[in-house]
């Protein structure tokens, strides 16, 4: 079966420092892979998504930036945190099927706080 | 434009009530998905239905269930028979794109529906 990790589940990191969230998922192969970030009590807002190794595409601009080192690896990473980085983050997959559903699969969330 | 809309922020009902929660879409594709999730308050994010363009049927799972109408470009989700336990934060979403185009499966959310189930 299909299973997707991420971790770390909590952060506290200070301002200016670097940061790498990292999303394996097992069981599957060329997924599409998903970073999003939902601040308090918000929507989800897509970051960056992935239809293969090596192929981000990002949806905002901002302070973060994603790779896709191997087929089921995919790792968001940022230089220099900002105060405005912190927030819960979640990684999904989903699979192409044609018409048929292929609804995507979330890890557990990590909550980042920038400090 | 969003491409998702979710207008209710918050809705109230009790327990063993139906509810209808609302979502509109925007897209030119003519092949997509729209999906229904639930968030509690743990975080996690719990798929509940699916509905494709394609489909002429609307969507059922359980108590769930899609009112799909295509024209309006609306997939509004009811829950039937509500429960203390279905209090939490709902998410629609839209996969646009497809392998027969060969672009990216984007999977876009709405800002979300805050449900509470009272007694």
């Known amino acids: 079966s299909q299973t997707i990790h991420q971790w770390p589940a909590t952060l506290v990191q200070p301002v200016g420092s670097p940061l790498s969230l990292e999303c394996t998922v097992e069981?599957?192969?060329?997924?599409?892979l998903y970073w999003y970030r939902q601040a308090a009590g918000r929507g989800l807002q897509l970051l960056f998504y992935?239809?293969?190794?090596?192929?981000i595409s990002s949806e905002v601009p901002q302070n973060l930036s994603a790779s896709r080192p191997q087929d089921r690896q995919f790792i968001l990473s940022s230089k220099k945190l900002l105060l405005s980085d912190s927030g819960f983050y979640l990684c999904?997959?989903?699979?192409?099927?044609?018409?048929?559903?292929?609804?995507?699969?979330f890890g557990q969330g990590t909550r980042l706080t920038v400090v | 434009a969003q491409k998702i809309t979710q207008t209710q922020p918050g809705m109230f009902v009790q327990e063993k009530e139906a509810v209808t929660l609302d979502c509109t879409y925007d897209?030119?594709?003519?092949?997509?998905?729209l999906f229904w999730y639930k968030q509690p308050s743990s975080g996690e994010m719990i798929f509940l239905i699916y509905?494709?363009?394609?489909?002429?049927q609307n969507a059922t799972e359980g108590r769930y269930s899609l009112n799909f109408q295509k024209a309006r470009k609306s997939a509004n989700l009811v829950i039937s028979a509500s429960q203390l336990g279905d209090s939490a934060m709902y998410f629609c979403?839209?996969?646009?794109?497809?392998?027969?185009?060969?672009?990216?499966?984007?999977?876009?959310f709405g800002t979300g529906t805050r449900l509470q189930v009272t007694l």
């Open positions: 992935s239809v293969g190794i090596g192929q």
């Open positions: 999904a997959w989903s699979v192409f099927a044609g018409r048929e559903n292929t609804e995507a699969f």
């Open positions: 979403a839209m996969r646009e794109g497809t392998a027969e185009t060969g672009t990216a499966s984007k999977l876009t």
């Open positions: 897209t030119s594709d003519q092949s997509y998905g």
């Open positions: 509905q494709g363009s394609y489909d002429e």
């Open positions: 069981g599957t192969s060329n997924p599409n």
